[in-house]
Each structure stands twice: as structure tokens, then as C-alpha cells.
């Protein structure tokens, strides 16, 4: 791509003027159109250093209103970043429906800076592009705009701005070692660039090369190439919309193309259980030691992500109670996942997880998950069939992020069946303490038991991964369930440590 690039096109001051008198109008009418439909935005800048990425950044904003964006300078990683996976800064800072983000360098240092100076390994190095393009992959299939934007220079005119930035004290702070570094290998460091463009270049987040060596010429066209962008996306909605309103819903699939033949659920033991003096032995046992390894987690700084699904009064609360009992309080936290707020449905559906994702050293436990995307937005109709689909691959991708980054990640489904769960209704209603636990909604999604079975199934066939696996855990008998959870926690950081 770089090579390929007429790095001495220029624009005249006169021309420049009456294109940025059509041109920015334009675009601030285009930001009211995506707050009006809802659409998020996100333009992220790149180029070599001094390639005027911040100056670009400015003119592009002259024409925007700022309470509608945010601009994010991704410079090198906090420590709070440093203890979370390498993409965790960027979900964090995803712009809600309607709002932009612009990003002056963005999600690709780890691929280009971190690499020229060595500090990526080739295994990891492959695993940051694959998260760089599911992440891009992503967003943009759940309707988020990803405008690329790469300015190029060549040497001698990096070089020319570099002494100019270093010759007055107010600027020089602006060059850093790093930068001169890269400067003086520029053809190494170009071949990088070239790599990353080409890898990362896809059909849903193309990149958008500006020759920037002249200022006016780079500024029009990165004004010409946003515009356009945020019309051809407009319009694409507003096709949508209308043939959503002829179809009079929107489109609901809660079966899969062909129902698996295959039925994890059915091959459970429900039979499986403890006496109540084997079962307090054994929690002793597997609590103390889960004391003792959640401290060494924090020593050698070891995330672990558990979550937690299963039927209604499936026994998730008693498994998770019995597995904190003697963990540190500091260093845990349960979330229990409720139905997404306004903020959250304005965002990605992974995102708001994303937020809780544990630092290295922690844990962090989800009483239900990310997966009621592919359950109870499948089952009640809350997404498209297209959306729940491709939910399994983002599940994956976003498990594999983590596990990448060093986590320790177990998913349970409580198992039991559907008398013993009538049972526990029952039990629930006739005892005052315990009757908040039951609800209206509980008997009703009793009632769809068959579609949610087979869309259990499917979940625990396409997301159970070596590297984030499930555990079925036969639930019947309370004190078994329970057991089981803690011994499969317990081993996994075992293993983990040894």
C-alpha cells in the first residue's frame, strides 16, 4: 500500500478554503444524523511519528459538536491496562449508539511499536491480530462505523518536522527516544506499517491511506473520506429501517437450521450425590484450599473469570456462596448479570462485561453471563437470528482474549431436571425467606423448557473450548454440585501454578 502512495500531492490555500466551507458543514450535519439514528462512531488515526495525526485530529473536530465525541490519546499502557488483556483499554472505551470516538493512535501499537522494539513475541504477536480483527469484526456486524485512517510521509519530510519540534524547548517534549529510534530505522519500521495495513485491511474495516506531506490535501481528504463514509452508513440504515417497517417485525429465529443430534444435557448422571458427613468433609478440605490458592493467584498474578449459568433454582448461588467462603473479599467480586440497562443496550453486548473483566491477581465471578446472548435473547426473541449466530464466534474470540492474556476461565452449567427443579419452585413459595427468589418469570420460561434444552446444548457443543471450557455439574443433589464446583476450581488453579 505504502509504496504505492504520491506522496507530493498538494492543495492550494484558495482551493482548500472553498472545499472546507462545503465540507465542514456537511460533516456536522452528518454527526446529527448519527445521534438522531443511533449510530456509533469510531475513527481511529495512524501513521508515523509526526505524521500529524493530532494536528488532523483537530481540524477534523472544528466541525463536530463536542458533546458528541471523545478523543482518546493511546499512548504506552497504564499499569491498570497492563494488568488486563491488551484490547480490554479499547472495549473500555467504545462509544455508545449516536456518539463518536476518535483515536489519535489506536488499537494496533502492540502489532507495530511493541514490535519494532522487540518486546512481542511471534506466538503473541499472532495472537494480537487475531484479536485486533475480531474486535474490528465485531463492532462493525453490531452496526458500529470504523473509519481507518493511516498518514503517510516519507523519511525526509519526517525528518524536517522532527528538527523543527527539537528546536524549541515547547515541542521538543514531543519526540521522544522512541520516536527518533524508528526515525533512524524508517525502512524497517515502513515494512512493519506495510504488514499491519496489509493483515488488518478487511471489507468491514478497510483502511483509508492520506497522503499527509502536505497539510491542506491531508486535511480534505480525511473530511472527504468521513463524509462519505457516515452517508453510505446513513443511507444503509435507513434502508434498513424501511424494510424492517414493511416487514412489519423484525426477523426472530430461536431454532437452529437443524436441531444437533448430539444432547450434552441428556448424558448427565443427576443420580450422583453425597452423604452430608462426606460432604462437609470435603468442603473443609477443598475450602481451605481454595484459601490458600486464591492468595498465590495474587502473588503471581493470575486472573481467573468464572461464570456461572444453569437452570432456574439450578443451585448457582449455593455453589458460588460455598466457593467464596473463605476466598479474601478484596481480591473477588460476584457479579450478578440482570437483564442489560439503557446505557448497556446502547453499547455492544459484550461490553458491559467487558467493564468487569478481573486485573491480573483477581477474580471475578458472573452469576449468569455473556452466553444469554445465545439463551434468553435467543429463546425470547431479544435478537435476531443472525445476531445469536455469530454470537458463539464472538464468545470464543473474546474468551480466547483472556486466556491469551493469562486467565484462568471455567464456565458452569447447574444441570438439573425438571421435576427437581418443580420441587425447589415449590419450596421457595412455601417459605417466606426464601419466596423473593421465585417469580412470575421463572414459571414462565419452566414452560419453554424444550427450546431452552436445545439451546443449551447448542451453547455447551460450540463454546466449549480447551482453553475455556465447560463444566456440566450435575445438580440434583445440592451437596455433590456443590463439590464439584470447588474441586474443578481448585484443580484448574493447580494445574495452572504448577
Known amino acids: 500500500m505504502l509504496e504505492k502512495l504520491d506522496l507530493t500531492k498538494t492543495l492550494g490555500k484558495e482551493e482548500y478554503k472553498r472545499k472546507m466551507a462545503r465540507l465542514e458543514p456537511k460533516l456536522g450535519k452528518l454527526q446529527r444524523e448519527c445521534r438522531a ?59 455508545s449508539k449516536g456518539r463518536f470516538a476518535i483515536y489519535d493512535s ?3 501499537r502492540k502489532v507495530l511499536a511493541d514490535r519494532f522494539d522487540k518486546k512481542v513475541k511471534k506466538g503473541k504477536l499472532e495472537n494480537a491480530y487475531r484479536s485486533i480483527c475480531s474486535f474490528e469484526e465485531q463492532l462493525t456486524a453490531d452496526g458500529m462505523v470504523m473509519i481507518k485512517i493511516f498518514l503517510a510521509i516519507h523519511k525526509k519530510e519526517q525528518k524536517k518536522r522532527f528538527d523543527k519540534l527539537l528546536s524549541s524547548e515547547e515541542t521538543a517534549w514531543r519526540v521522544s527516544k522512541e520516536d527518533l529510534k524508528r526515525y533512524k530505522n524508517f525502512e524497517k519500521y515502513q515494512q512493519i506499517n506495510e504488514e499491519m ?44 429501517r424501511k424494510e424492517l417497517k414493511k416487514a412489519g ?7 437452529s437450521d437443524g436441531r ?17 458427613e462426606a460432604y462437609k468433609k470435603k468442603l473443609d478440605k477443598l475450602q481451605k484450599k481454595m484459601e490458600k490458592l486464591h492468595g498465590e493467584l495474587y502473588r ?40 442489560p440497562n439503557d446505557i448497556e443496550k446502547a453499547h455492544h453486548y ?76 415449590k419450596a421457595r413459595q412455601e417459605n417466606p425467606e426464601k419466596r423473593w427468589k421465585i417469580t412470575e418469570e421463572d414459571w414462565r420460561n419452566r414452560e419453554k423448557w424444550d427450546q431452552y434444552e436445545e439451546a443449551v446444548d447448542e451453547m455447551l457443543i460450540r463454546t466449549s473450548t480447551p482453553n475455556a471450557p465447560w463444566v456440566v455439574v450435575e445438580g440434583n443433589d445440592k451437596y455433590y454440585a456443590r463439590i464439584k464446583v470447588l474441586e474443578t476450581v481448585v484443580d484448574a488453579i493447580e494445574a495452572r501454578l504448577r
Open 197 to 240: 495495513l496489509t493483515r488488518t485491511d478487511t471489507e468491514y474495516a478497510p483502511w483509508n491511506m492520506v497522503e499527509a506531506v502536505d497539510r491542506r490535501y491531508a486535511t480534505a481528504k480525511i473530511y472527504a473520506i468521513v463524509i462519505r463514509t457516515l452517508e453510505e452508513k446513513i443511507e444503509e440504515t435507513k434502508r434498513q
Open 37 to 95: 439514528y443511533g449510530i456509533p462512531v469510531m475513527i481511529a488515526f495512524e501513521g508515523y511519528g509526526a505524521s500529524g495525526k493530532g494536528v488532523q485530529i483537530g481540524e477534523l473536530i472544528k466541525a463536530l459538536d463536542p458533546r458528541g465525541f471523545e478523543v482518546y490519546a493511546v499512548k504506552n499502557e497504564t499499569e491498570e491496562e497492563k494488568m488486563h488483556p491488551f484490547m480490554w483499554r479499547f472495549w473500555t472505551k467504545l462509544p
Open 106 to 108: 489506536a488499537w494496533y
Open 249 to 255: 417485525k423484525q426477523e426472530v429465529c430461536t431454532s
Open 260 to 276: 444437533l443430534k448430539e444432547s450434552v444435557l441428556g448424558k448427565t448422571d443427576l443420580s450422583l450425590c453425597y452423604t452430608r
Open 300 to 339: 503471581r498474578r493470575i486472573p481467573v473469570v468464572l461464570g456461572f449459568e444453569g437452570w432456574d433454582a439450578g443451585g448457582k448461588g449455593g455453589a458460588i456462596k460455598r466457593l467464596t467462603e473463605r476466598m479474601d473479599p478484596r481480591g473477588y467480586v460476584v457479579h450478578p448479570t440482570a437483564s
Open 350 to 425: 459484550l461490553w458491559r462485561f467487558w467493564m468487569d473483566m478481573p486485573k491480573a491477581g483477581h477474580v471475578t465471578i458472573f452469576d449468569r453471563t455473556w452466553y444469554g446472548r445465545v439463551m434468553v435473547e435467543r429463546i425470547e426473541g431479544f435478537c435476531t437470528k443472525q445476531e445469536w449466530q455469530r454470537a458463539y464466534k464472538e464468545i470464543n474470540d473474546m474468551e480466547k482474549d483472556l486466556t491469551d492474556a493469562g486467565a484462568i476461565v471455567l464456565k458452569f452449567w447447574m444441570q438439573i431436571d425438571k421435576d427437581e427443579q418443580a420441587r425447589r419452585f
